[in-house]
């Protein structure tokens, strides 16, 4: 990853754990924690656009959240532009979310159903100061024509539109403060095929129009490398892999990405067929996670956890025996 | 043929009248034969399975036919379907969570079908329910045959739904998105595991998913639907290698690929699917379709039979070959 | 959605139709008596006491010799003002509170809640006794304690429904947007709650009917020589077998004004359910 030429990089997230209490088992037995993001560290600079891709739980959501303080890291730090997130007074806080926008995956749940569109693509810009009613009507208009909607749109409500009409609207929600960081949740893949391909059309538009750099979270490989120029695999919180997607997809190194990369369903007839079933058990405690469901485990995988170290090509990869 | 299904129209009442969901779509499917329906959503591909199963919401209203085993499923009364549903057909469901009861075990709910259809006694079904839980691969079946279903993942879920399917020996089992709720590695293992046991058993088994690549795998034959019609058929190869109709094609091509140039333009598909209230008399996929022409809109393209099986319903084919 | 469409799904609504039309009728009731009864309704006239009904009473006069209809149209005004502060108290207040438990959560949401089970624990009638043994009786102590026995269900709907719309994406993307808790609880939260809200909101008014005529009929109520349905229930007992109209007058309406209210509030029900509106 290389260095932003000038300064802080646009997003660095330093060591992040983020712990989450469950309810106890017994009576007065301690509350067990869930560690949906173990320490995890890694910079985006800007104008090359990072994939975060893992299966459900691996805590991909959650990173994504506290990448832009939707949640507070239990330790560690999320810093925008140089500024720690975390540590900053809510007032300051709030000025930083101008840069920093979501696009979340539902696009039926992610859009208030008793707002108008204007409404809900402006209030960003209502919780920003010194922007009139009229300049707010303006940019509102913008950002709808800039997602190819109208302006016209504004006045409808979101159940007047199809679902990749809303993941518009979703969108130019983001849009409209002009942020630099957009964290796109799942974006497409609440969506039909069809309308896959506008959205991510879109999204790269935009990219290049407006500057913006996505942090974008997918189980799709084939999405998160249209987007995105550097990756990150994520298994049960942890990164076991990163680097440029080219050199990732095409020669993995971590033997779950592998696995990742094979049983995505391709357009062919013909077809490699699946590992021996994973087992369901929570793993070891020591070792590497994924140790339990991988073909080429051996005894030390088991006992010491492998740490994230440098490829040659500009990789990193956690794995005591990489492919 | 196992299964022949004729003309089948389905019209289902909504608030804002009677709509056609499905539109004289025709396939048929013999003994241990896989076919794939692909659509998106409204597409009419999840009411053809349900039709298939007389499962079909309250006041559908049917036309066509459905021959399975020489029989009209559209004529038979609930009782006779009853008595064919879970023991000649049975049904996987895309989120086994909410299909199957939260307050019974397992094994209790693979045993059901056993002692309803085949009068087995409940010891007898109980141990059935347990070799049929090794069948379909979960480790230490007997523990798990008195689990509950929160306490399994959501891939021993999916399983003990299969090994529920499995129960009386079906001829034809239709899996309605059995995968899309589940992470990909694990989807993988699923789908190994139908088509294992489809093969094994000479099973016929009709695999609707939104995902062509998933069908592309899995079945050997594939029927494209998009709003109620049964746009293009046949062989999966033939489909894949030259797709006839030009919502294959815009279908096949609007996919991103790993391994294409990134930012690279996908050949998105303009405009959204007709919704079921407003759709046309003619070809649904008109005015989407690159190579709309007036008689497009006019009338239900008929169907053309391109060699083989392979079959699509469009009236712009020699067009689409020369745009090709 | 267009108001257009909503009455013309409200009209093939037969429930909800009856029920408007039987709770119109109850205002209309409590409107006409502030302009118009056919006699005072306090007028204490002894020497026609319990006429059986006839063309110069058309349902007769009590014991008393008060005109039943001037009393029944007078009734239905407690009746109605009841109903507006007592639910007016629960929502104000109960809506306040399970705003701020779902928006707080944790501790706050925990002492919040149990303070409102607490209050389950006393059905309105007993708080009534209880206020009005501390304050002695009376329409405004009646109201009092019906409101306050309102407060926790009010509070237990918003928090219940609150936490749902707090955990769908659009509250996350107005903490993204910047947006403080107060905003979103007054701007997302709020709008959509409110629909069930209004439909628990009938049911309660209606409840509130119930209580006060209880609490009248026990003497903890409206007293003499102010009309109420409750009252005119209580006064009838004695006469139960010289003259049951008396009770059955009263009670009629009782019975027709929940019966509206009830059936408004199901029929709101389901005019407001997006399901049932937007379709996706």
């Not at chain 1, 939707?70 to 806080?93: D, I, V």
């Not at chain 2, 896989?34 to 919401?57: D, F, H």
Request: proline residues 6%; aromatic residues 4%.
């Amino acid at each position: 990853m290389s260095e932003q030429q000038g300064g802080a990089p646009l997003l660095e997230i330093a060591d992040l754990v983020k712990t989450y209490r469950l309810p106890r088992e017994r009576l007065f037995g301690p509350r067990p924690q869930l560690r949906a993001v173990d320490g995890v560290s890694f910079r985006v600079t800007a104008g090359r656009s990072f994939g975060i891709v893992g299966e459900s739980g691996s805590g991909k959501s959650t990173l994504a959240r506290a990448a832009i303080a939707l949640e507070w890291p239990t330790s560690g730090q999320a810093r925008l532009m140089g500024s720690a997130m975390n540590l900053a007074p809510r007032a300051a806080l709030r000025k930083m979310r101008a840069h920093m926008q979501m696009i979340f995956q539902d696009p039926y749940g992610s859009l208030d159903p008793r707002q108008t569109v204007a409404r809900i693509v402006g209030e960003p810009l209502a919780c920003l100061d010194g922007i009139s009613r009229a300049d707010g009507a303006a940019r509102i208009a913008e950002a709808l024509q800039a997602v190819g909607l109208s302006a016209t749109d504004a006045r409808k409500y979101p159940h007047e539109f199809s679902g990749g009409q809303r993941q518009r609207v979703a969108i130019a929600r983001a849009l409209i403060t002009r942020p630099r960081l957009v964290v796109a949740d799942e974006p497409v893949s609440a969506l039909d095929v069809s309308i896959q391909a506008q959205v991510l059309n879109l999204m790269t538009d935009l990219q290049q129009q407006f500057g913006i750099t996505y942090l974008l979270i997918s189980h799709d490989l084939a999405v998160v490398e249209h987007i995105c120029d550097e990756i990150a695999v994520m298994y049960r919180g942890r990164f076991v892999e990163t680097g440029p997607s080219e050199i990732l997809l095409a020669s993995p190194a971590h033997p779950y990405t592998r696995a990742l990369i094979d049983a995505a369903p391709k357009l062919q007839t013909a077809r490699r067929r699946a590992p021996a079933p994973a087992s369901d058990s929570p793993g070891p405690k020591t070792g590497c996670a994924y140790a339990s469901r991988c073909a080429f485990a051996q005894s030390k995988c088991r006992e010491e956890a492998p740490a994230l170290r440098p490829l040659v090509d500009g990789r990193h990869v956690a794995c005591h025996f990489p492919l | 043929m196992l299964l022949e299904v004729a003309e089948l129209s389905v019209d289902l009442p909504t608030s804002g009248g009677v709509r056609r969901i499905v539109r004289s779509a025709s396939f048929a499917l013999d003994h241990g034969q896989t076919l794939g329906i692909v659509g998106e959503s409204g597409s009419g591909k999840t009411m053809t399975a349900l039709a298939l199963m007389g499962l079909l919401p309250d006041g559908a209203t049917t036309s066509g036919a459905i021959l399975f085993e020489g029989r009209d499923l559209l004529k038979l009364n609930e009782a006779q379907m009853r008595d064919l549903r879970g023991d000649r057909v049975a049904m996987i469901f895309q989120e086994p969570m909410t299909a199957l009861n939260p307050l019974h075990s397992i094994g209790r709910q693979i045993a059901e079908p056993l002692i309803l259809h085949r009068g087995l006694s409940n010891a007898a079904a109980h141990a059935e329910a347990v070799r049929l839980l090794e069948r379909v691969g979960l480790p230490d079946p007997v523990r798990r045959a008195r689990a509950y279903p929160h306490q399994l993942s959501g891939g021993q879920r999916q399983r003990a739904m299969i090994a529920m399917a499995l129960g009386c020996a079906p001829r034809l089992i239709i899996a309605d998105e059995p995968t899309t709720a589940l992470d990909v590695t694990v989807q993988a293992q699923i789908l190994d595991l139908i088509a294992d046991l489809g093969a094994q058993s000479d099973m016929a088994l009709i695999l609707v998913s939104h995902d062509l690549a998933v069908i592309a795998q899995n079945c050997e034959r594939v029927l494209v639907m998009y709003g109620g019609m049964a746009m293009e058929s046949g062989r999966t190869d033939d489909v894949l290698a030259r797709p006839a109709h030009p919502y294959t094609k815009a279908l096949l091509q609007a996919r991103p690929r790993v391994g294409a140039r990134r930012g690279e333009r996908l050949q998105a598909i303009a405009g959204a699917a007709p919704s079921a209230g407003a759709m046309p008399k003619g070809c649904p996929f008109a005015g989407r379709c690159p190579l709309t022409i007036a008689a497009c809109g006019e009338a239900l393209p008929a169907p053309v039979m391109l060699g083989g099986d392979h079959m699509a319903r469009c009236i712009r084919i020699d067009a689409a070959e020369r745009a090709a | 959605m267009s108001d257009d469409r909503f009455f013309a799904r409200a009209r093939r609504n037969g429930g909800f139709v009856l029920g408007a039309i039987l709770v119109a009728a109850l205002i209309a009731a409590a409107a006409l008596s502030l302009v118009w009864t056919p006699y005072p309704p306090a007028a204490i006239d002894v020497p026609h006491k319990l006429l059986e009904p006839s063309f110069a009473h058309w349902l007769g006069t009590d014991s008393l010799g008060h005109d039943v209809v001037s009393q029944l149209l007078a009734g239905a005004r407690i009746s109605i003002l009841v109903g507006i502060i007592a639910v007016g108290i629960g929502l104000v207040f109960g809506v306040a509170l399970g705003l701020v438990a779902a928006s707080v959560g944790g501790v706050v949401e925990d002492v919040i809640m149990n303070l409102c089970d607490f209050t389950f624990a006393f059905p309105a009638l007993l708080l009534a006794i209880m206020l009005t043994a501390v304050l002695g009786a009376g329409v405004v102590n009646a109201i009092l304690a019906i409101g306050v026995a309102n407060v926790p269900i009010f509070a237990k709907v918003t928090r219940a429904l609150g936490n749902g719309v707090l955990a769908r994406d659009y509250a996350m993307a107005a903490r993204a947007a910047g947006k403080g808790p107060v905003a979103i609880a007054l701007e997302h939260v709020l709008p959509n709650v409110a629909p069930a809200l209004i439909v628990q909101a009938t049911i309660q008014f209606a409840i509130a009917i119930l209580a006060e005529a209880a609490l009248s009929y026990l003497g903890l109520g409206a007293q003499p020589p102010q009309a109420s349905w409750g009252r005119m229930l209580s006064d009838a007992q004695q006469f139960m077998f010289l003259a049951p109209r008396l009770a059955v007058f009263p009670g009629v309406a009782i019975a027709m004004a929940v019966l509206g209210l009830n059936l408004l509030g199901d029929g709101l029900r389901d005019l407001l359910d997006p399901r049932l509106r937007a379709r996706r």
